[in-house]
C-alpha cells in the first residue's frame, strides 16, 4: 500500500509516514443564525457561511525493530507549526506556519495547515530514547477543494515508481527493506540511480524506487 505523506507546501518538504493511518474523519459545519417569526413555529434561518473542513487521524510511529529515535520523525511533523521565518510579510513582518498537504496515494489530497496535534510516547529504550509513538493530528482546510491540481507524488517521470527522501541515518539496505521488504533489494536501487557509492547517502536526496523486478 502507498505510504501517505505529509508535504511542507513552502520547502516542498516530504515527510512520509511510518504506517499509514487507520482511519481518518472529516468534520465540518455551517453557520445559520435563526430569525424568529410572529406566529411561526420555525424560524426562518439566515445561512451565515462555511468553516474550514477539519481532517482528523491518528498516526503511529515505531522505531523499535530499527533502533532508531521516533523523535526523528515526530519532530519534523510538530516543527510544521511553527512560524516559518522565510514566510514573515515583508510588511507587517507577520510570520505565519507552513501550509501543509496530505496525500495518500494518487486518489485525493487536502491542503490545509496544521491546527493540533498531540504526541504520546509509549514505549522507550534503556536510555529514555522513545521508540514507539502515537500522534493525534488535525488539519484545518486552507484551500476549497477543486480549487487546485489533483497531485502524485508516488512518481518521478516513470509509471509506477515511487521516491524516498534520504534522511539523516538512512542506509540503502534499510530503504530497500522498508521499500521492498528485503535488504538485498538495495542494489536494485542503487542501479536505478546510478549511485557510485550506495553506502553514502546524503540527507536530503531524492531517490527513486523502481517496481519490484
Known amino acids: 500500500m502507498e505510504k501517505a505523506t505529509i508535504v511542507n ?11 499509514n493511518p487507520g482511519e481518518y474523519t472529516f468534520e465540518r459545519s455551517n453557520t445559520w443564525t435563526p430569525h424568529q417569526v410572529r406566529g411561526e413555529n420555525v424560524p426562518d434561518l439566515e445561512f451565515g457561511g462555511g468553516s474550514s473542513t477539519t481532517l ?19 519532530d519534523r511533523i510538530r516543527a510544521l507549526m511553527d512560524v516559518d521565518e522565510d514566510a514573515r510579510d515583508s510588511t507587517t513582518a507577520r510570520g505565519r506556519p507552513p501550509m501543509v498537504e496530505f496525500r495518500w496515494g494518487r486518489i485525493w489530497s487536502f491542503r490545509a495547515v496544521i491546527s493540533r496535534l498531540t504526541e504520546t510516547c509509549t514505549l522507550f529504550r534503556e536510555n529514555g530514547t522513545p521508540v514507539r509513538a502515537t500522534l493525534n493530528v488535525s488539519f484545518l482546510q486552507a484551500r476549497e477543494a477543486g480549487t487546485y491540481p489533483a497531485q502524485n507524488p508516488t512518481t518521478m517521470g516513470t ?34 540511480n546510478g549511485l557510485d557509492n550506495p553506502g553514502q547517502l546524503r540527507p536530503g536526496l531524492a531517490l527513486a524506487i523502481p517496481p519490484a523486478p
Do not use: K, N, P
Not at 60 to 72: A, I, Y
Not at 166 to 192: C, L, N, S
Open 56 to 74: 482528523s487521524m491518528q498516526l503511529f510511529l515505531d522505531t523499535s525493530l530499527t533502533g532508531g529515535d521516533v523523535r526523528r520523525t515526530s
Open 9 to 19: 507546501l513552502d520547502t516542498d518538504d516530504e515527510i512520509e509516514c511510518l504506517f
Open 159 to 192: 509509471s509506477g515508481y515511487r521516491h524516498w527522501i534520504v534522511r539523516e541515518g538512512d542506509t540503502i539496505d534499510w530503504i530497500a527493506f522498508r521499500e521492498y521488504g528485503d535488504a538485498a533489494m538495495w542494489r536494485h536501487i542503487a542501479d536505478a
